[in-house]
């Protein structure tokens, strides 16, 4: 089957050869664990129960998790056994199932939670990178409750350049807005805790704060501002990136992200702020060669 899940629709057959996402066509996870550092609604008090899956319809030069996203580390394992990881997260007491970069594996993951419908009982989260497509949106429809999507550029050289996709604005607020249509107003239960609806989060980057304030200003005008969650982030990290341009060897400076919250503020945004002090790779999960399992 030739594969269109992403944007990208590059229309390679997986069980041949590696498409723009760089998956195979079997399932790969590199970790499943309990994380304590997703915005407050998201892990709570008992954490969110990722599931961290191998490839990445996304090539960003600064990425993370690289180890996972371009050299696809991790082990294969049956659709059953995501069923079994899912309910496993479940039993150890986290608030929800949180799946990040889940786009090249969307049909074997619905058919994973179609199979636990009945005894999953926390919300499951769709933790992308915002370039996707409507059409494999629809497929999660009644599986996913919280998205969680970022929303990273309106340049389309800066897609290009940091990220290999020029089209990412105009497809991630499609997608976006897609989202949102789809689950409508933000819901929390009586801890806060997020049930229902879209969070959509966006990293400033070194030298682009007009790049983000852009980006704020196309998703006030895409969805209204109160009825999702924003979770600003002044993370970025340099040591994650070994390229030769100068902006991305530094940190944020306190002047971007203040310039870039106070626009959030402006527009109407509520969610997350962050300080400086998380640019560091402290908070970045560690993956291994092999299939990490940490409830």
Same mark, same amino acid.
Request: proline letters at 5%.
């Given at each position: 089957?030739?594969?269109?899940?992403?944007?990208?629709?590059?229309?390679?057959?997986?069980?041949?050869?590696? !498409?723009?996402?760089?998956?195979?066509? +079997?399932?790969?996870?590199?970790?499943?664990?309990?994380? *304590?550092?997703?915005?407050?609604? %998201?892990?709570?008090?008992?954490?969110?129960?990722?599931?961290?899956?191998? !490839?990445?319809?996304?090539?960003?030069?600064?990425?993370?998790?690289?180890?996972?996203?371009?050299?696809?580390?991790?082990?294969?394992?049956?659709?059953?056994?995501?069923?079994?990881?899912?309910?496993?997260?479940?039993?150890? =007491?986290?608030?929800?199932?949180?799946?990040?970069?889940?786009?090249?594996?969307?049909?074997? %993951?619905?058919?994973?939670?179609?199979?636990?419908?009945?005894?999953?009982? %926390?919300?499951?989260?769709?933790? $992308? !990178?915002?370039?996707?497509?409507? &059409? +494999?949106?629809?497929?999660?429809?009644?599986?996913?409750?919280?998205?969680?999507?970022?929303?990273?550029?309106?340049?389309? &050289?800066?897609?290009?350049?940091? $990220?290999?996709?020029?089209?990412?604005?105009?497809?991630?607020?499609? @997608?976006?807005?897609?989202?949102? =249509?789809?689950?409508?107003?933000?819901?929390?239960?009586?801890?806060?805790?997020?049930?229902?609806?879209?969070?959509?989060?966006?990293?400033?980057?070194?030298?682009?704060?007009?790049? $983000?304030?852009?980006?704020?200003?196309?998703?006030? @005008? %895409?969805?209204?501002? *109160?009825?999702?969650?924003?979770?600003?982030?002044?993370?970025?990290?340099?040591?994650?990136?070994?390229?030769?341009?100068?902006?991305?060897?530094?940190?944020?400076? +306190?002047?971007?992200?203040?310039?870039?919250?106070?626009?959030?503020?402006?527009?109407?945004?509520?969610?997350?702020?962050? $300080?400086?002090?998380?640019?560091? @790779? &402290?908070? +970045?999960?560690?993956?291994? !060669?092999?299939?990490?399992?940490?409830?």
């Amino acid at each position: 089957m030739n594969c269109e899940l992403c944007p990208h629709r590059c229309g390679v057959d997986r069980r041949q050869a590696r !498409g723009a996402c760089g998956a195979p066509d +079997t399932l790969r996870v590199s970790r499943v664990s309990r994380h *304590a550092y997703e915005e407050p609604c %998201i892990s709570g008090t008992r954490g969110s129960g990722t599931v961290f899956f191998s !490839g990445c319809v996304l090539s960003c030069v600064f990425c993370q998790n690289k180890p996972i996203s371009r050299d696809l580390i991790g082990e294969d394992i049956s659709v059953r056994r995501l069923s079994e990881l899912f309910l496993e997260l479940q039993s150890a =007491g986290v608030h929800n199932i949180n799946l990040v970069t889940p786009t090249q594996y969307t049909d074997k %993951i619905c058919e994973a939670l179609a199979a636990v419908r009945g005894e999953l009982h %926390i919300p499951v989260v769709w933790n $992308s !990178g915002g370039y996707e497509r409507p &059409e +494999t949106l629809e497929r999660v429809r009644g599986l996913v409750d919280i998205y969680m999507p970022d929303f990273k550029y309106i340049s389309s &050289e800066l897609s290009l350049r940091y $990220s290999g996709a020029e089209d990412y604005a105009e497809r991630t607020a499609e @997608a976006i807005a897609f989202m949102y =249509g789809m689950l409508g107003r933000a819901e929390f239960d009586e801890g806060g805790l997020m049930r229902r609806g879209v969070l959509v989060r966006h990293l400033v980057l070194p030298d682009c704060r007009r790049d $983000s304030e852009a980006v704020l200003r196309r998703l006030a @005008a %895409i969805v209204p501002p *109160a009825d999702i969650v924003l979770g600003l982030m002044s993370q970025y990290t340099p040591s994650f990136y070994s390229g030769e341009e100068k902006n991305l060897r530094r940190r944020v400076t +306190t002047f971007e992200y203040e310039s870039v919250r106070k626009v959030a503020l402006e527009l109407g945004f509520e969610g997350y702020m962050q $300080s400086p002090m998380s640019a560091t @790779a &402290e908070f +970045t999960p560690e993956f291994t !060669g092999k299939l990490k399992i940490e409830l």
